[in-house]
């Protein structure tokens, strides 16, 4: 396939003293009104040793090709915006450096397993309505007053689910996940990590509510205990751990249902419809 | 409009077949290795339930060469499952707080894995006795 090459030219900001190199970009681009399908392009990027993948999509935004979509805003690990598949693998472009890539080239793709809105930037749609579906928020096992004091959690109690409670909702689970790719319905790591989060939690009393949606073929069981989810997450929060952690639950509720009879029908009672 | 928005991009059906998926369908491969395993065993069974001759039947049959074939290829895959498997056991467990602190993933499989000698070992010394 003929691929144009952009121009480069010289870093504009280089550090005094600092090597610059060039590396060859290629971005899967698409836009709608102009592309039937995404098509690659490369660019030919000078970089320095302490450049980020996405310092080399802004040097392309800004000195080469404005029409270059992508989404970024912290520059830091922090806000989840800059997710894609660099060199195949789900990564955050602000965490990723260009030097690991030299000499060589790298291919940057929007997160895999999400429809593409333009460019780089996907469709998060689906991945909103998870959320939203798990009732993330604490939902008090014995509501106190506020003359009452705080909620008080013991170290132990705040270890059972804090990793969980690290989630930037990056979405690199998703595209890390292959089941996700067959059943876009799959509720997927990082909502099921959310909810074990609030489950997990010595203050939540939901627990009955959300395991409704744990239960269901969308839940915790379309995963098949793959694991990668929990390697591409730049945060370590283990979303493997919350899904499969949640099989087991789950399995134990189904075999004990018919002790725990009077608990869950009151349960039920009570209005736990997953949504 | 000329694409259509948002875009799709067709499902990929071989995932399993490039890393880094590949750790993950050896796994699942291998699993059919502890099933033959059961099976064989199974068999034994039956064979004793039914009378000398068949269980006579089976114990010939473990001393083919076929047999012989079959349950190293058996071996090779139980322990590329035991290995595996036992990576991945630390996701599928509630995290263990001990004293206020989480009990590290790998002692979780560390000590999988020594178990999982152990009985290894003490298999092969009683099969080794029951010879004699």
Redesign the interface.
């Given at each position: 396939m003929n691929r144009p090459v952009q121009g480069q030219a010289m870093l504009p900001d280089a550090a005094a003293g600092a090597v610059s190199r060039e590396i060859m970009i290629e971005v899967l681009r698409y836009r709608s009104e102009a592309d039937p399908k995404p098509a690659p392009r490369t660019y030919r990027v000078p970089f320095t040793d302490d450049m980020s993948v996405l310092q080399g999509l802004q040097y392309i935004k800004d000195h080469l090709d404005g029409t270059l979509s992508f989404r970024w805003s912290c520059r830091m690990a922090i806000c989840g915006s800059c997710g894609m598949m660099i060199g195949a693998e789900p990564k955050l472009a602000c965490m990723t450096f260009l030097r690991d890539y030299y000499p060589g080239s790298l291919t940057v793709e929007p997160l895999a397993h999400f429809p593409i809105e333009r460019d780089l930037v996907v469709s998060v749609d689906g991945f909103i309505k998870k959320i939203e579906g798990i009732y993330p928020y604490l939902i008090p096992k014995m509501p106190r007053r506020l003359e009452e004091g705080e909620y008080l959690q013991t170290p132990s109690q705040l270890a059972r689910y804090e990793p969980f409670s690290d989630c930037i909702n990056c979405m690199l689970c998703y595209a890390a996940c292959p089941q996700f790719g067959e059943n876009p319905d799959f509720i997927g790591p990082g909502a099921m990590a959310l909810l074990q989060r609030y489950n997990g939690d010595s203050r939540d009393g939901a627990q009955a509510k959300r395991m409704e949606l744990v239960h269901t073929e969308n839940g915790a069981w379309s995963c098949t205990a793959v694991g990668y989810c929990s390697e591409v997450c730049p945060k370590q929060v283990d979303p493997a751990n919350a899904v499969n952690q949640n099989k087991t639950k789950s399995a134990l509720d189904f075999f004990l249902r018919v002790l725990r009879r009077p608990a869950h029908s009151k349960s039920r009672l009570s209005g736990g419809g997953a949504s | 409009?000329?694409?259509?928005?948002?875009?799709?991009?067709p499902?990929?059906s071989l995932?399993?077949a490039y890393p880094?998926?590949l750790?993950?369908t050896l796994r699942?491969v291998t699993g059919v290795a502890v099933a033959g395993y059961a099976l064989v065993l199974l068999a034994g069974l039956i064979c004793l339930a039914s009378g000398e001759s068949a269980y006579a039947a089976w114990l010939g049959f473990l001393k083919s060469p076929w047999s012989l074939a079959l349950h190293l290829l058996f071996l090779i895959g139980m322990i590329a499952h035991v290995w595996s498997w036992f990576?991945?056991m630390?996701?599928?467990?509630?995290?263990l707080?001990i004293?206020?602190?989480?009990l590290p993933q790998k002692w979780i499989t560390t000590a999988g894995l020594v178990v999982a000698m152990v009985a290894f070992i003490i298999a092969l010394l009683v099969a080794a006795w029951i010879r004699v």
């Open positions: - | 409009m000329i694409g259509p928005r948002p875009y799709l991009r499902a990929e995932w399993w880094p998926y750790a993950y699942e990576q991945i630390p996701k599928t467990m509630p995290r707080v004293g206020g602190r989480v």
